[in-house]
Structures are given as C-alpha cells and as structure tokens.
C-alpha cells in the first residue's frame, strides 16, 4: 500500500499556495503542480488522506489533456519526472507519478461548468424552478436524466466556500462577451469528447467543470481535466434515472458524512479504513476503465 501524501513541503522551492488537494510551486514562468491525496467534502479538507489519489488526478489528468489537446493548448509541459529540471528531481520519489509542470498562465476567474445530465444542484434547482442556472428545461425530467442537450453553467470562483452558480450573461459581464461565448462552445466541446470517451469504456460523465487561463494572449486549459474531483462519473451498467446513481467519485464520501450526521463545520472528521480503502478503489477503477491501464507506480 502506498504511503498517503497529505503535504508537500519541498526544500528549496517557492510554496505559491496549497488549495484543498494541490500544493503549487512557483518556478518563474512555469508552475510545478503536486496532487496531494488530501480529500475535501462540503467545502473542507477532510483529516483522512485516499492512498493514491493524487496519482490518479494527476495521470487522469495527463490522459485527458493528451485526448483533448487538438481542441485547446494546455498548460502541461512534462508529466515525467525524469525530465524535469534538476532542481525538482532531487524531490523525485515524492513527485513522481503525482506531478505537473506547467505554464504559468492567469487564471480566469469564472468556472466554466458543462451539465449532461440532471443531478446534484441541477437537480435541486429544476424541482423549485424548471430551469437549471435559469435555463428553461421541458417539465417531467427525473433526476439523474439525460437532458435534452448539454448545457454550460458558468459558476464564480469562490477562494473559500462554494462557488456560486452565475447565468452566461453575468459571467459575460467578469470576463467579457465574446470571451465567454468562446468558453462556453470550448467547455461543451471538450465535455462531448470525454463523454463520448466515457460511454465506450463503461463511464457516463454526468457533469464536470474545466478552467481555462491566458498566456501571452492565448487561451489554454489548465488545473485538471474530467477527474472524479471536477465531475460525476457513473457506471453505465448500473445506470437507472429516477434516482441518484452509484458514483465512482467522492459521492461515496459525502454519503457517509451525511450518514453520520456531520454538522458541516470545524473540526473535520477522519475517514473510517473501509471509507478510505472503497475511495481509493472507486478512483482506481474510474482511471483503469478510462485509460484502459494500471497507474504508475
């Protein structure tokens, strides 16, 4: 069993920020991004870490910018620690197979959301109002429905809590008109491809978000790329709207925590083993089944 990974604390190297799973190191005009195996639910970190996580992030990841890449320009430069500068290599062991380096690019500041089926706020949303982020849908849809057609549901990016959910037209207002239009046509087009990827290797990708950033006047993708941390995979063999659906991401998670009546608020819980070891096991199967491969040691 791998040991778990909770903090990266790598000598020599600027620390620009740790976010709820990724510690970044800022090496001028490039970024050297680390998975940790830290989980959060309900907007915290949890106190237990899921062996392997950031290994399947990050190589999930890699897959997917690789399949994607004739879309849109990414920001990965080398997955492979052996060929990194000399400098990240002395941290080799710990960075191996849960590493990035990348452009540095600047992030912009909306998350851009694609929809394919009815769940989760979707859901929540269109039994109070018929309409998911103020986008009518016909009446009698059940949850975890397929919707009509795939919709992108531009959200604000929140530092701390949740992020908040905007129409097209306010996101059009932060980063502007002709900006969002192009996000919105990127985000369904990349969303498609890993759908269509997905439904032939037993995955249905109920939703997900992507971020984008510039560079030098060019718009490329960035952070992580459909992952069981950024959308919803199901089991297309067990797939049966009309309800919430088995999940291979942290759904599972969450479910405990709501079993056990957790209030939402400081202190965290930790995990059980058997929670741990059935996370990891959910994330390790959605990456054999979508890369068709072991992950990297």
Request: glycine share 8%.
């Amino acid at each position: 069993m791998s040991n778990v990974v909770l903090e990266t604390n790598l000598e020599g190297l600027t620390l620009a920020r740790r976010g709820k799973v990724r510690d970044v190191y800022d090496l001028g005009d490039r970024l050297l991004i680390v998975a940790t195996d830290r989980i959060s639910a309900f907007d915290y970190v949890l106190g237990s870490g899921i062996p392997d996580k950031g290994k399947v992030l990050t190589q999930l990841s890699a897959f997917w910018f690789d399949h994607v890449g004739d879309v849109l320009p990414h920001h990965v430069l080398a997955v492979d620690v052996d060929t990194f500068p000399a400098p990240l290599r002395a941290h080799s062991e710990i960075l191996r197979g849960r590493s990035m380096l990348v452009h540095k690019t600047a992030p912009l500041p909306v998350e851009c959301v694609a929809r394919g089926y009815l769940s989760g706020s979707g859901w929540k949303d269109y039994q109070k109002t018929g309409q998911i982020c103020g986008i009518s849908l016909p009446p009698g849809l059940r949850e975890s429905d397929r919707l009509p057609q795939s919709l992108f549901t531009p959200a604000t990016k929140a530092e701390s809590g949740h992020d908040e959910n905007i129409s097209e037209a306010q996101a059009g207002e932060i980063v502007g008109k002709d900006l969002i239009s192009k996000l919105r046509e990127l985000t369904l087009s990349i969303y498609e491809r890993g759908v269509e990827h997905g439904l032939e290797h037993g995955i249905i990708i109920a939703d997900t978000k992507f971020e984008f950033g510039m560079k030098n006047g060019q718009l490329m993708l960035i952070d992580e790329v459909l992952t069981p941390d950024s959308s919803r995979f199901w089991p297309m063999d067990h797939y049966a709207p009309g309800t919430a659906q088995p999940s291979f991401d942290k759904q599972f998670v969450r479910d405990y925590l709501e079993k056990i009546g957790w209030n939402k608020q400081p202190p965290v819980p930790s995990l059980p083993d058997d929670v741990v070891m059935r996370t990891r096991e959910k994330y390790l199967d959605a990456y054999r089944l979508l890369t068709g491969r072991a992950l990297h040691p």
